[in-house]
């Protein structure tokens, strides 16, 4: 699907609002720079350049957690990084009046839109331009432009709420996205694979089951908490991980796990041995082993060495989220290994989720070594698994 992009218009004393994924790493209240930092700062820059009054969206964190802040101090990066004033308002403030009020070039950062109460409820996009905050901003704009795929698989306010009031338009960090992922379906036949861990599982199971259908892959390779749900539902005993298990709600994503494996057993590879620690020292344990006193922290070495040879075979790789617990060195070697393996063979690679890009950072890795490093993690693999985007959807069309 072609979209129309922002530099098909005239920006020139337009009031273009920009939603991007500024989400980042916050360590002992440092907002930690990030690739969506930089990359979203340079949409920034291009805006402001052709003379567009450039009114930036974004939200920050959950509410709950420690990462739940204002966007003070993104602000403050992003007027390092383009050179230019940057006005940073929070929503308390008469934010109506600092846009009417802004000059052609100038850049003007909103808060957290997770502070605004109404940002995630459930809502169709109709109903959120409704919403109060976007009722006080939508009459203020010229343009909207989505320049984040990691927000578009959420149909909050400030990703779908605008179609009511201004044309919807591609920015550049997501066109590069979208052609990456076009890519794909151009790349010539062969084996197809998708590497998938991490430990998020809510909608892992059914973004699998997406993507296997969609026929978008030959073979998932499964790693991560994710590799330990697939084991669980084909029947494998953890030992003393159980009741981690029960605490992660294993149980009700059980029924869907097993249907999706028996449905697809030659497609999937799971895990055929484990590593844990003992005594301070890294252990591999085969899963005809378990159960265990031991709780596995990573893919074992003979699984590693069998997702590289599935991965020399592919003409396309997709990696997103980490084979284990990645951050300790001795349990890296499943991740480290199989990115150097997808870094190494030639073939179209792309690979995503926040986690994958502070795994290559601490490998050694770099951006070049892949055809493509999205920005998004669970919004790339609903891409791939042929469920629509609300915030694509909301987009005019080429």
Known sequence: MKYKSVFDYDLKGKTVFVRLDLNSSVVEGRVVISSRLREHSKTIYALSEEGAKVVVLSHQGRAGEDGFISLKRHADHIRKFIDKQVQFVAWEKDYVSAIKEMKDGEVVVLDNTRF????????????????????????LGDLFVQDALSVCHRGHASVVGFKKYMPCVVGPTLQRELDALGNLENTENGERVVVLGGAKLKDSVKLLKGILDSGMCNKACIGGLFGELLLKANGTDFGNKEKFFEEQGFSELLGDAKEIIEKNKEKIILPIDLAAEQGGKRVEIPIKDLPSDLSPMDIGKDTTEEFKTIIRTAKVVVFNGPMGVYEKKSFAIGTKKVLEAIAFHRCYSIIGGGDTERALTSFGLVPADFSHVSLAGKALLQFLSGKPLPGLEVLEKA
């Open 116 to 139: 605004q109460k109404e940002e995630e409820e459930k809502k169709t996009p109709e109903e959120h331009a409704n919403d109060s905050f976007i009722k006080k901003l939508g009459p």
